[in-house]
């Protein structure tokens, strides 16, 4: 297993049968994905999990004034161990940012898992928030 940390635009079309719509088609998403990779690198993070040909899963999420919004996320179902690595490599990217929130917006199923997995807890504007400086750290 190989984790790279993306920063060519071009990525955002090979990923694009794997992203996950919810509010914005497959396309939307790989649209701006791609203009966020060109234009604000440094606040991009494109984290994808490879074996060999075959993607494990991949993190997108980009950093905002107050937080870190987690914006993609999906992995293989046999792939526990990159999921929990992908994140926590988040979390210590979010720091390395001088943020200490991550921030999801998802359905309820996706929450639950959320909540239960990382910690995750329900905030205002139907978004989840994960705070980093918690004395659960």
Known sequence: ??????KNPDVSIVLLPLYVPITQTRTEIGLELNRRLKDEPDKT?????????????FIIAYARAKDVFLWQSRSSPKASKCSKI??????EWTKAKGLNEIRIKTDKRTAKLMKRK??????????????LTSSKE
């Not at 992908?86 to 979390?91: E, I």
């Open 45 to 57: 993070l494109c984290l994808v999990a490879m074996d060999n040909d075959y993607c494990l899963g």
């Open 86 to 91: 992908a994140f926590n490599y988040l979390r």
């Open 118 to 131: 990382y910690g995750f807890k329900p905030s205002n504007g139907g978004e989840m928030v994960l705070c």
């Open 1 to 6: 297993m190989v984790f790279w940390d993306v």
